[in-house]
């Protein structure tokens, strides 16, 4: 859930800890000791919307720090929780058409502001009005009720695991009704305002963001928590390695697996390895030649050495999918169509189809990310020996998404990684596959009515019948990969490089995110 949604939509922006954990590289220097108070943290890329209702990407790093849901959803169990944030309680009715929150006393926002039920409706009606980002979590609550200043009563217009949608890492933030009232210009200037532990102190754009200690955070600092925040954008890989390295920066991310190793003889840090529900693939333009050709769609899916990405680009730091989500997601089964690696297969494909040997297919992948440029080399010299021409193109996530939601602009294959804005097989679905007029991330330009409609039987049906949904979501994975609209790579674990003395990480591939109010510095 980019980037993009995602700025690692293409990056494998894997961050975790305290609520999964976000990986980056260094910087330069050396023996530059870090402050007991302060933490600095490696980003390979910068904020690009600070509006709580509409940002969908790398925001989430800083805004899971300044922001605060109703409710956490902890998957770090084999048994998923829901943890109290800004509600203290919830409950139900049998129909699942009603949801009433009790809302946590005596919080104040970061200017001052009140927390309340207003602020509730507040935040979740702007941001369902405004529609971007992770506004369409929204689409089925029907109204807000205020019962009184601490109890708000949703009414939904079909059932639906609500809890698992004030949860979600976008679009669930409650903000300030003094910020909400502000231009989006202003917002996205550097303004922010939640209940969060720590605030918006300043924004050096492309260059660092700096958060504060909230003086007012409803459950107080201890005295070994970080009172300064300081995370450096850095997008040279070699940089960050050397900056982690150094001692400069307490935690890393987006480091090459190749790169690991370097860290092994360093007495002052260590790699952590976390499973997420993070997943690589690549999207294919079902509507651009030659990938409107179903024949050289599957002839591509056939050319992918899938075990051979697993153990010799992941090094076996990632698994073999079963489908397109994540085998982690709690309840989800395989599909019963798969892809295989075969290459007479893919040969055969390609001789019976009207391919033009030719031309070429153009392939886009984030530049930032080893994994996926090896990816790519390996499928380009296999597809050259079943007769196809891959051409391979570089950049910026944020320029290869722009061009692939414009139909001329588009390539014929996007690399990319996607993790749920909540922690349900919808987001993977209903987001890239279901037909959108203007695509936003279904980037494959594919529309089928079938399967639109089974997604949204699925989605209502998984806050009354889980099972039945899920069985559902199996039949739809089925079909998009018999149409070859996607092809699923792998199932990414989540690593990172962090100081030895750092303690309080936690894994929860819920969120692609690390809270640094749990963390402290050893002294030990």
Not at 144 to 158: A, C, M, N, Q, R
Not at 470 to 485: A, G, K, R
Request: aromatic share 12%; charged share 25%; proline share 5%.
């Amino acid at each position: 859930m980019i980037n993009f949604k995602k700025s690692f939509l293409a990056s494998i922006l894997f961050f975790f800890s305290a609520i999964i954990l976000f990986i980056n590289f260094g910087c330069v220097k050396t023996d530059i000791p870090s402050q007991e108070d302060s933490l600095v943290y490696l980003m390979y890329d910068d904020v690009k919307d600070w509006d709580p209702a509409s940002a969908f990407s790398l925001e989430i790093l800083p805004m899971s720090n300044i922001y605060e849901p109703l409710l956490w959803y902890d998957a770090s169990e084999e048994e998923p929780r829901f943890i109290p944030a800004l509600a203290t309680s919830y409950k139900k009715s049998k129909d699942g058409l009603k949801w009433t929150f009790y809302l946590r006393d005596n919080v104040t926002f970061s200017d001052g502001h009140i927390f309340d039920a207003n602020a509730v409706k507040i935040s979740i009606e702007r941001t369902k009005s405004i529609g971007e980002g992770a506004g369409f979590i929204w689409d089925p609550l029907d109204k807000i009720e205020i019962v009184d200043s601490l109890t708000i009563l949703f009414h939904l217009k079909y059932p639906t695991p609500l809890d698992l949608i004030v949860s979600a890492q976008y679009g669930a933030w409650i903000y300030s009704p003094k910020l909400a009232e502000m231009s989006r210009d202003s917002i996205r200037a550097g303004i922010a305002a939640g209940t969060g532990p720590y605030v918006l102190s300043k924004w050096i754009k492309n260059q660092s963001i700096i958060l504060e200690e909230n003086k007012t955070y409803w459950r107080g600092f201890s005295e070994k928590s970080f009172r300064k925040i300081d995370l450096r954008i850095v997008s040279e890989p070699a940089t960050r390695i050397q900056m982690i390295q150094g001692g400069e920066a307490d935690i890393c991310s987006l480091i090459p697996i190749e790169a690991l190793k370097s860290f092994d003889d360093n007495p002052n840090l260590e790699v952590k390895v976390f499973p997420s529900f993070v997943n690589h693939l690549l999207i294919l333009n079902v509507n651009k030649p030659p990938t409107n050709d179903i024949k050289i769609r599957q002839a591509i899916a056939s050319a992918l050495d899938y075990q051979s990405i697993i153990e010799n680009i992941y090094n076996g730091l990632a698994n073999k999918p079963s489908g397109l989500i994540p085998s982690s997601i709690a309840g989800i089964s395989a599909p019963k169509k798969q892809f295989k690696f075969d290459l007479k297969k893919g040969q055969e494909l390609v001789e019976h189809s009207n391919f033009d040997k030719k031309k070429s297919i153009k392939l886009s992948y984030v530049a930032s990310s080893n994994e996926y440029w090896k990816t790519c080399l390996m499928l380009q010299a296999n597809c050259k020996k079943i007769g196809l021409n891959i051409d391979l193109h570089a950049g910026l996530w944020s320029e290869i998404w722009a061009k692939a939601r414009e139909f001329k602009t588009s390539p014929n294959i996007i690399e990319m990684a996607w993790w749920p804005t909540y922690a349900s097989p919808s987001d993977w679905l209903y987001n890239m596959f279901s037909s959108q007029e203007k695509p936003l991330f279904n980037l494959s330009y594919y529309s089928n009515a079938k399967i639109d409609s089974l997604i949204e039987v699925a989605k209502r049906l998984e806050g009354v019948n889980k099972k039945k949904s899920f069985e559902i979501y199996s039949q739809i994975q089925s079909t998009l990969i018999e149409d070859c609209v996607v092809i699923p790579i792998a199932d990414l674990n989540a690593w990172i490089v962090t100081k030895k003395n750092l303690v309080g990480f936690k894994n929860n591939p819920a969120y692609a995110t690390i809270l640094f109010y749990s963390l402290e510095r050893n002294s030990n």
